[in-house]
């Protein structure tokens, strides 16, 4: 499961469509966890009294979907990167 | 049967279940048959150590009491889950190619195998453990108690025993399952196991009660939501820093609690299992807490005022008569709460035995660790001892503290002080810069912070902190103040002691590192830790790791020189068909290795300290460092004492030489004398003996007087000659000849010397053939003593040849860059045992042809060294040869 995406010995500069796709996908692996604290931290921001204040049952409903999203974000992630232990590196153009 | 009796029996089942289902799976792991023991599904429930009972049954009275809260605790794990791609899968690389066995060895090892930062997180995880597992005891005599109370009451004296007999059999079974195999890595197949069955036990309580509560009580999803809104939750109320921090602070829990990280990385087979755990995990968090909320609201609304929220999920379903539901509730929370005790002792008595015990049995014990079996099995002792200790003062505190609030709350508080290991840790993952000192200087800081501003007040006020302190500050200076330091008031108790200990951990953590230098064993490691993926090409297989063969490298370096020991690295792994520069430590090359070694501190030392290094034991590496540089001092000196030895004995036949050389050179001196005055002495005599016959003989006819006169004459002429050829001798010896260049041809000076010669021609004739076409050749050079030269040749010739027609050939031959000229006679030459002394002072062939002194040809080849050419002897078909080289060079610069 090396990383060769990070690993500063292996410039090359153009890549498969197939390898750039891939490296997407881990760059999204690696944003996902950013998302999901930025959805969770909305309700900071809510307003704690007065008009316009969030029902409990919103919230509930908010903070469980954005989880549910969040797996099955994770879950297709992990399935796309599966992939990537066993497929063959670069072919040298 | 009453209840409690019931609840015994099942209970005992249970447990009884539980211990079958872990000798089961130990049985099938000795088998090998490791396959669906060691999935992702068990990996995945094996995370769910991290819900315990304080959150099986305290999210719901958290949720009653603080709201939406409670769920910032699971929000924290489900992001680090979902940051395995980068943080996880990082921290599992790391734990199995370095073998880390707790956090602390995490630490330890990556800040250069300090044993100080090992001890110094034990001690923290220690103390912020066992509180925890007092927590979990009470929760199990808590639910007990609310059995009993249907029946008939559960006196004070019965909780401390069920709490004692609960501990002991957590105890036992630890003992049992948790310290079963003898071998290094520290994975306990039973134990997971067990704790996969317990996950599911209760996650299908928990959602049991909640599917009854929702559907059964509430009547269906829409009234539960309702009934949310209505009730006194209403609207959305959280404390915002809460919110924010008990997510961060949960999430660094998580990474550093002992038990998550002993089933997260020590207990992880397999890297890929990351991958199906990094969504079910969260999936498993989030259906765990779905139910919370709806089970708070109707706790509120059909419990009697005062009763104990955080029991909602047992008193509801008895509350409503369903005894069944109850059960499966109690055994639960019983789940939750024994699972954590017994990965939580693993996970400290690892650490304690590793870095506390053994640490200093190995101190205590005289001749040191130099036999492996005895240091496992005493590996073995301190660990079982270690659990026992643990889970007991686990015990302990719950005695001693009494259960109450200040137990409810003790949670978070120990969230807090094991997250303070979160910067070193992560700071050791991904920044190189991050020393030992670094860690130190930050845990110490945080630690000091939590336990002044959250530990010790958890305890209450005045119970060790006196109300003085609280009151006006350590010292009574009032920015001491343990609930507001630096005179920042009036935030939450945990958010401040958070904030504050975080701060000055990271900031000490990031200052101290930036000035400090670290070790070269750190920099070793700092490299290993942050480019664990470049290091690590074959995760899968557990003995293949570099850090070890980088531990050989630096030891082997020591010993036997750093250019030798990588040569001999290098040499292996080209061998291997490695691609780096280090070998895998392979039998073989431990083998090679060893007896490298051997050759330099003897075999049983080399044993001893390989085995040391690759068998991963107690002996730290640094331990064997100092070995190695002891070893390399003394190599260094004999190798120093070796050279002068040398220097020595290489003087000494300096000095012999020397000596030897005088005495030839005396030995030639005596000769020369004795030759030269035998030579001066032959003439002298009869030029005397002629003299006193001429000075006393009166009557003496004219021709006697002529001719005695005439051979006085004779003598000293021949006299004046020898003396000439000696002066001659010496001065062309000494280089202080000068030589008289011109421009000539080769005939030109032989044409003299065959005429010099025959001057005095008196014997037989001496027939010289010459081929003159040949001789036109011009030189540069000193024609006088090239003539004296070929004169003594011709001399010699006549002198020595000894056939009825003596003959001399005179032939020139030219080549590329010199000029050949060759004397042959037609004599029968020179005796080849005589040949090597011809050209000696004073050598002669015979001495009944005794003409000269003998000094003619060590002349001849003086004066040719100096003209930059040479005279040999060459032995021929037949008579005697002489062959004349005369460098060309010095011919075509006078072209």
């Not at chain 2, 190189?432 to 860690?439: E, I, K, L, S």
Request: glycine content about 8%; aromatic content about 8%.
């Amino acid at each position: 499961m090396s990383d060769r995406a990070d690993r500063p010995g292996a410039p090359t500069v153009f890549h498969e469509r197939r390898t750039y796709r891939r490296r997407r996908v881990m760059d999204a692996a690696r944003v996902a966890p950013i998302l999901a604290l930025i959805l969770w931290t909305i309700p900071l921001i809510w307003p704690q009294s007065g008009e316009g204040t969030v029902s409990s049952a919103t919230a509930l409903i908010y903070i469980f979907l954005v989880w549910a999203g969040i797996i099955l974000l994770t879950g297709a992630l992990s399935h796309l990167l599966a992939d990537e232990v066993d497929e063959p590196p670069d072919p040298e153009p | 049967m009453s209840t409690l009796n019931l609840l015994v029996a099942v209970c005992t089942a249970y447990v009884c279940f539980l211990f079958l289902v872990a000798f089961v799976a130990d049985r099938l792991a000795m088998q090998g048959k490791k396959a669906w023991l060691r999935s992702p599904l068990i990996y995945t429930l094996s995370l769910s150590i991290y819900c315990t009972a304080w959150t099986f049954y305290g999210a719901v009275g958290s949720a009653a009491r603080n709201g939406f809260e409670y769920l910032t605790i699971y929000l924290g794990p489900t992001i680090v889950m979902v940051s395995w791609w980068w943080l996880l899968r990082k921290l599992i690389r790391i734990g199995r190619t370095q073998k880390i066995t707790s956090i602390a060895d995490l630490i330890s090892s990556r800040y250069g195998k300090s044993s100080l930062l090992a001890a110094g997180v034990t001690i923290l995880a220690v103390i912020g453990t066992t509180p925890y597992i007092a927590l979990q005891l009470q929760s199990v005599t808590l639910s007990f108690s609310v059995f009993a109370a249907q029946s008939d009451g559960l006196a004070g004296q019965d909780q401390a025993r069920v709490a004692l007999w609960l501990s002991l059999g957590l105890a036992l079974f630890t003992v049992l399952f948790g310290t079963r195999n003898l071998d290094a890595k520290e994975r306990h197949d039973g134990v997971v196991m067990a704790i996969a069955v317990e996950a599911v036990v209760k996650l299908v309580a928990l959602l049991s009660v909640g599917i009854f509560v929702v559907w059964g009580v509430s009547g269906g999803l829409t009234d539960a939501l309702n009934q949310i809104d209505a009730s006194e939750f209403g609207e959305w109320h959280t404390d915002r820093s809460r919110w924010a921090g008990l997510i961060f602070l949960s999430a660094a829990a998580f990474l550093c609690l002992p038990r998550t990280f002993q089933v997260l990385v020590v207990e992880n087979d397999d890297e890929s299992h990351l991958r199906t755990a990094s969504w079910a995990f969260p999936l498993y968090l989030c259906l765990i807490s779905l139910f919370v909320v709806p089970i708070a609201v109707v706790g509120l609304d059909i419990m009697p005022e005062g009763s104990n929220p955080d029991l909602f999920v047992l008193t509801v379903p008895l509350a409503l008569g369903e005894d069944g539901l109850a059960m499966l509730s109690f055994l639960g929370g019983f789940s939750s709460a024994t699972s954590m005790v017994i990965v939580a002792a693993i996970a400290l008595s690892t650490m304690v035995s590793n870095h506390i015990v053994m640490p200093i049995w190995l101190q205590l014990r005289p001749s040191g660790a130099s036999v492996s079996g005895d240091v496992r099995a005493a590996v073995l002792t301190a660990r079982r001892i270690s659990i026992v200790g643990v889970v007991m003062l686990g015990y302990l505190y719950f005695r001693l503290s009494s259960g109450g609030e200040a137990l409810a709350s003790i949670g978070l508080v120990a969230f807090c002080g094991l997250a303070q290991v979160l910067p070193a840790m992560l700071g050791g993952m991904f920044w190189r810069g991050a020393t030992r000192m670094g860690a130190f200087a930050g845990l110490t800081a945080g630690f000091a912070i939590w336990l002044y501003t959250l530990y010790l007040p958890s305890f209450g006020v005045g119970t060790i902190l006196p109300v003085s302190i609280v009151e006006n500050g350590l010292f009574g200076m009032a920015w001491l103040k343990p609930d507001a330091l630096f005179g920042i008031s009036g935030m939450d108790q945990l958010m401040h002691a958070l904030l504050w200990s975080m701060l000055l951990n990271v900031v000490a953590f990031v200052g101290v590192s930036l000035v400090t230098f670290p070790s070269p064993l750190e920099r070793l490691q700092a490299a290993q830790f942050v480019n664990i993926f470049e290091h690590s090409t074959n995760a899968r297989s557990w003995s293949g790791g570099t850090a070890q063969t980088e531990d050989l490298m630096v030891m082997a370096q020591r010993i036997l020189g750093a250019g030798e020991a990588q040569a001999l690295f290098l040499r292996h792994a080209r061998r291997q068909g490695a691609r780096g520069n280090l070998p895998a430590p392979t039998p073989d090359f431990l083998e090679a290795l060893e007896r490298e070694l051997g050759s330099s501190v003897g075999a049983a030392t080399a044993h001893a300290m390989v085995g040391q290094i690759t068998g991963g034991m107690a002996i730290s590496v640094e331990d064997l460092m100092a070995v190695a540089d002891e070893t390399a001092q003394m190599l260094e000196y004999s190798a120093r004492l070796k050279e002068q030895s040398e220097e020595l004995s290489r003087t000494a036949l300096e000095l012999r030489n020397a000596n030897q050389k005088l005495t030839r050179l005396s030995i030639q001196k005596d000769a020369f004398l004795s030759q030269i005055s035998h030579e001066l002495r032959t003439p002298m005599t009869s030029i005397r003996a002629f003299s006193e016959i001429l000075r006393d003989t009166d009557q003496m006819s004219p021709d006697e007087q002529s001719r005695y006169a005439s051979i006085i004459h004779d003598e000293a002429q021949r006299l004046t000659r020898l003396l000439d050829d000696l002066l001659d001798l010496s001065v062309v010896e000494n280089g202080q000849v000068n030589l008289n260049l011109r421009d000539g041809t080769l005939r030109d000076a032989l044409d003299r010397a065959v005429s010099a010669a025959a001057i005095g021609d008196d014997g037989v004739q001496l027939m010289i053939e010459r081929d003159t076409s040949r001789e036109d050749i011009v030189l540069h050079t000193d024609l006088d003593r090239l003539s004296q030269v070929f004169i003594n040749l011709i001399a010699n010739a006549r002198k020595y040849c000894d056939s009825k027609t003596p003959r001399l050939v005179i032939r020139v031959m030219k080549e590329t860059d010199r000029v050949v000229i060759d004397f042959q006679d037609n004599g029968s030459g020179i005796a080849p045992d005589a040949v090597d002394m011809i050209f000696e002072k004073f050598a002669r062939v015979s001495d009944q042809k005794a003409g000269g002194a003998g000094l003619g040809l060590a002349i001849c080849r003086q004066v040719m060294t100096r003209l930059g050419g040479s005279v040999d002897y060459i032995p021929a078909l037949r008579g005697a040869n002489f062959r004349v080289v005369l460098p060309y060079r010095t011919a075509m610069a006078a072209q």
